[in-house]
């Protein structure tokens, strides 16, 4: 069984920093993705930043130059650094690993429960 775990939201004043971490652990094969997803009230779920297992990262257009996405390889977590924070970043922040497991050996997307960041002064 797959167990997604993130830490790190909570409140911060605008300009400010915090740094999301998610691990994954459980009987895992192999990890092809790893990724921050965010959603606001009333609004969808966006991706924020993504990493694959050979490092090529994307971002969302909003994050870019503010945020970092990296990834610890022998502790299966991925760090979401966010930097210069903005009232707009408020979200439940959501961890979303792509991997392979003993229940399907077809890359599959596993989901933290989410952690909230609020911005605001």
């Known amino acids: 069984q797959v167990e997604i775990v993130e830490s790190g939201g909570g409140f911060v004043q605008p300009g400010g920093s915090l740094r999301l971490s998610c691990a994954a652990s459980?009987?895992?094969?192999?990890?092809?993705?790893m990724g921050w997803y965010r959603q606001a009230p009333g609004n969808v779920r966006e991706l924020v930043a993504s990493?694959?297992?050979?490092?090529?990262?994307n971002y969302a257009d909003s994050v870019k130059g503010r945020f970092t996405i990296s990834v610890d390889n022998a502790k299966n977590t991925v760090y979401l650094q966010m930097n210069s924070l903005k009232p707009e970043d408020t979200a439940v922040y959501y961890c979303?690993?792509?991997?392979?497991?003993?229940?399907?050996?077809?890359?599959?997307?596993?989901w933290g429960q989410g952690t909230q960041v609020a911005v605001s002064s």
């Open positions: 979303n690993v792509e991997l392979t497991s003993p229940r399907s050996l077809i890359p599959h997307d596993y």
């Open positions: 459980g009987t895992i094969f192999s990890i092809y993705a």
């Open positions: 990493i694959t297992s050979g490092g090529r990262t």
